[in-house]
């Protein structure tokens, strides 16, 4: 199990709340994050003490019982300590509570931004090719080949009728782009969209864009949490399909850039 570690008070608003004695001990805003700070010297992922300043002082002014929680918690000898204690002052009173959930709403959205603008930079990294060989249930094989870009690899896992490609996003990165190879028995590509468009309504993603022809489709699909791209290819008497999902909030703000991304990479597929 993981430990409690004092990160972000905002973050502590859906946490089931604990027994605490509550004393008012006359600390500043200011006191108590450098007090944090130090509890949670060796976490890498702590917020600012200027952040943390911020935050409190918006605390105090909205629950003075809440912040003198909060205060009592930075008394404790250990970031554990202080992060079980931070638990139980959720549940102090409805205005700290709710102050603590605007905070966690702004600094979501603040990451989202942040993480939007890697993605589209991202979608300007140099090209990279990648070749390989699915077998459909028929086991028949067919080469293939897609162009993606630098930050791809392979995915270990896979082969036989699909192979996967997982972008390198970095550690404090989320929602790299998957792209996934299938091959599968030749099929309309009319009555494939329409399959695939049922398969995005069971995950209540919302269809932005499809097109079909005799050779193949294209489908747009964007939900709550993510982008998603999906292409169809025949290939000979088998078929090529490509899909290729961005999974967080953060792409949704940049849709519009990364759609394009997508749905290139998507379209290189080729069978050779």
């Known amino acids: 199990m993981r430990k409690a570690v004092v990160r972000s008070v905002a973050a502590l608003a859906f946490i ?25 010297k060796d976490d890498k992922d702590k917020q600012s003490i200027d952040d943390c ?3 409190m002082e918006e605390i105090k002014k909205a ?22 204690c931070m638990f139980g002052c959720v549940g102090t009173d409805k205005a700290l509570e709710e102050v603590l959930e605007k905070s966690s709403k702004e600094k979501q959205e603040k990451r989202d931004k942040e993480e939007a603008e890697k993605m589209v930079g991202w979608s300007k990294k140099a090209d990279k090719a990648f070749e390989g060989a699915l077998k459909d249930f028929s086991d028949k094989e067919t080469k293939y080949s897609i162009t993606l870009v630098e930050g791809f690899k392979e995915d270990a896992a896979g082969g036989g009728f699909m192979k996967g490609y997982e972008f390198d996003a970095g550690e404090k990165s989320f929602g790299g782009p998957h792209i996934t ?40 699909t964007e939900g709550e949490f993510g982008i998603g791209v999906e292409t169809m290819t025949k290939a000979g008497e088998s078929n090529l399909k490509c899909s290729a999902r961005m999974s967080s909030s953060a792409a949704v703000q940049k849709k519009d850039e990364l759609f394009p991304w997508l749905e290139k990479m998507c379209k290189s597929l080729k069978a050779k």
């Not at 027994?19 to 007090?35: D, F, H, M, Y």
């Not at 629950?63 to 079980?84: Q, R, V």
């Not at 494939?192 to 489908?219: F, M, P, Q, R, W």
Request: with cysteine; charged share 30%; glycine share 8%.
């Open 16 to 40: 089931a709340p604990l027994t605490v004695l509550i004393a008012a001990c006359g600390k500043s805003p200011e006191a108590v994050c450098k007090r944090f700070d130090e509890l949670s």
């Open 53 to 55: 300043k911020k935050e």
């Open 181 to 220: 190879v299938t091959s599968g028995s030749s099929e309309e590509p009319a009555k494939a969209l329409e399959d695939a468009v049922s398969t995005a309504g069971i995950t209540k993603d919302k269809v932005v864009k499809k097109e079909s022809n005799d050779t193949g489709y294209l489908l747009h």
């Open 63 to 84: 629950s003075p019982k809440g912040f003198d929680c909060i205060a009592k918690c930075s008394d404790l000898s250990s970031g554990e300590a202080a992060g079980l």
